[in-house]
């Protein structure tokens, strides 16, 4: 079974940085894509990024590109998400996710990010 932990959330200050990592545990996830959601208060969750298995192909949601970066090392089991700019919408939960069987199918439990003005 496998398990997702994130880390590397916190409380920032607007044009702040922060990086989350991914930790994977119980099966190798170097042979599936992998993202990151967030869900920001009273609102539904949406994507973010998303990997290729090997790290070639990357997509982000329009209102991240260019400020974040999805990165994967597949020898650590690890995800990353390099976020530059902060800005207070980018508060939220910040969720990792892998597709497994199917797609966005297993789900860690999130990381808290707030970034004040």
């Known amino acids: 079974q496998v398990q997702l932990v994130e880390s590397g959330g916190g409380f920032v200050q607007a044009g702040d940085s922060l990086r989350l990592s991914c930790a994977a545990s119980?099966?190798?996830?170097?042979?599936?894509?992998m993202g990151w959601f967030r869900q920001a208060p009273g609102k539904e969750r949406e994507f973010v990024a998303e990997?290729?298995?090997?790290?070639?192909?990357?997509s982000y949601a329009g209102s991240v590109k260019g400020r974040f970066t999805i990165s994967r090392d597949n020898a650590k089991n690890t995800l990353y998400l390099q976020m530059n700019s902060l800005k207070p919408e980018d508060t939220a939960i910040y969720y990792c996710?892998?597709?497994?069987?199917?797609?966005?199918?297993?789900w860690g439990q999130g990381t808290q990010v707030t970034v004040s003005s």
């Open positions: 119980g099966r190798t996830l170097s042979t599936y894509t």
């Open positions: 996710v892998a597709s497994v069987v199917t797609a966005y199918d297993v």
């Open positions: 990997i290729s298995w090997r790290g070639r192909t990357t």
